[in-house]
T-cell receptor, first 110, second 112 residues
Framework: KNEVEQSPQNLTAQEGEFITINCSYS?????LHWLQQHPGGGIVSLFM???GKKKHGRLIATINIQEKHSSLHITASHPRDSAVYIC????????????FGKGTKLSVKP | DAGVIQSPRHEVTEMGQEVTLRCKPI?????LFWYRQTMMRGLELLIY????????DSGMPEDRFSAKMPNASFSTLKIQPSEPRDSAVYFC??????????FGEGSWLTVV
């Protein structure tokens, strides 16, 4: 079993829909990251969080430490949101490294 | 801020050849990471440096892979000899402390 599991693997949505991507992890962590990777490969960090909720524009990330679960929500989705979204956790301690999920491929149709 | 700069962006090489990938981290960042991404395994950490010193190289697949960071503004990942199974996208990232990592655009390597 992977230490970081994402669901769904693939997601197709219509423009304007509310989207949720889930991430579950099995290790103790100091932080959880959500990354976005567009076609062409560049990776951008969207959020780093260790508790609660963070919002940036139409993106919202939440984490429940007790349940070892995080969600990434996209409101009013747009075709430009089409990308692979990757959840990554940093292990506990100052030397913890990022452990990555396999990613969720999102396609938003106009 | 120019971001993390990697070169080359694309490389096609023959099996057995030496490959050198280069990375310039963001100025002032004290952590540098090398990752490999494949369809089968996703993103994997190969090695990371703190203040130019290698901290964890347990992700380096075998002795054919080596990484150096001679100074705070430059790092290399070398594969010698290269094999077809090394074909992947290699990302370099840097961070200040253990905060958000900033990724380069990646080096797309194909070994034929």
């Amino acid at each position: 079993k992977n230490e970081v599991e994402q669901s769904p693997q693939n997601l197709t949505a219509q423009e304007g829909e509310f989207i949720t991507i889930n991430c579950s992890y099995s290790v103790g962590i100091s932080a959880l990251h959500w990354l976005q990777q567009h076609p062409g490969g560049g990776i951008v960090s969207l959020f780093m969080l260790s508790s609660g909720k963070k919002k940036h524009g139409r993106l919202i990330a939440t984490i429940n430490i007790q349940e070892k679960h995080s969600s990434l929500h996209i409101t009013a989705s747009h075709p430009r949101d089409s990308a692979v979204y990757i959840c990554a956790v940093r292990g506990g301690g100052s030397q913890g490294n990022l452990i990555f999920g396999k990613g969720t491929k999102l396609s938003v149709k106009p | 801020d120019a971001g993390v700069i990697q070169s080359p962006r694309h490389e096609v090489t023959e099996m057995g050849q030496e490959v050198t990938l280069r990375c310039k981290p963001i100025s002032g960042h004290d952590y540098l990471f090398w990752y490999r991404q494949t369809m089968m395994r996703g993103l994997e950490l190969l090695i990371y440096f703190n203040n130019n010193v290698p901290i964890d190289d347990s992700g380096m697949p075998e002795d054919r892979f080596s990484a150096k960071m001679p100074n705070a503004s430059f790092s290399t990942l070398k594969i010698q000899p290269s094999e077809p199974r090394d074909s992947a996208v290699y990302f370099c990232a840097s961070s200040s402390g253990r905060q958000t990592e900033h990724f380069g655009e990646g080096s797309w390597l194909t070994v034929v």
